[in-house]
Structures are given as C-alpha cells and as structure tokens.
C-alpha cells in the first residue's frame, strides 16, 4: 500500500488545517488507517485511527478538535484540526495496517502567531 499525505503547512493558534492520505488501493481493504504525529524531540505518537469497518479513536490531547473521516471513492481518509494549539506542531504521518505496517511521507504542521 502507497500512502500519499498532504495539507500541512503553517497556521496561527486558533486556526485550521485538513489533511489528506491518499492510498493506492481501496483504502475498504485495509484493515486500519491513521494519523501519527513527531513533535521535536518527542517519540511519535498516534492521534486518530479509523477501521475498516468505521470504528474510531482519538488521543485524549486532540478529542473534540480533530476529526478523522474517509471517502472511499478517493481512497483518501482526511484528519481535520481545528483549534490549533502550538503544541499540535510536529510533522504528520499516515499509516496504514493490513498484514504489514505501512507509513506515508511526513507533511509538517506549525502552530505559531
């Protein structure tokens, strides 16, 4: 499975982004796809997973901010972020699980006035 992120960038505290994970196949066939976050000297944690079958969970620190969603005839699944917080800066990474582990090219986010 190739992964293909995009929508980082920079936004003030406040503000919003959308990103994009863009599987080369049926993203229905995969077992679950996610976004995972590196902030700076800190080990890269999960922020939101979505099943095949629709099942979701969130990080404690972004619940209520982010939303993960999927559309299937693009074969993309999305994590929108709204109310920024500096502390959300860090580079961004997709992932997909089906028999193997499988991770998209980083896109960075930075939160900053």
């Known amino acids: 499975v190739q992964l293909q992120a995009s929508g980082g960038g920079l936004v003030q505290p406040g503000g919003s982004l959308r990103l994009s994970c863009a599987a080369s196949?049926?993203?229905?066939?995969?077992?679950?796809m996610g976004w995972y976050r590196r902030a700076p000297g800190n080990r890269r944690e999960l922020v939101a997973i979505?099943?095949?079958?629709?099942?979701?969970h969130y990080a404690d620190s972004v619940k209520g901010r982010f939303t993960i969603s999927r559309d299937g005839a693009k074969n993309t699944v999305y994590l929108q972020m709204n109310s920024l917080k500096p502390e959300d800066t860090a580079v961004y990474y997709c992932?997909?699980?089906?028999?193997?582990?499988?991770w998209g090219q980083g896109t960075q986010v930075t939160v900053s006035s």
């Open positions: 979505i099943t095949s079958s629709g099942n979701i």
């Open positions: 992932n997909a699980v089906r028999l193997n582990i499988y």
């Open positions: 196949e049926n993203i229905f066939s995969i077992n679950a």
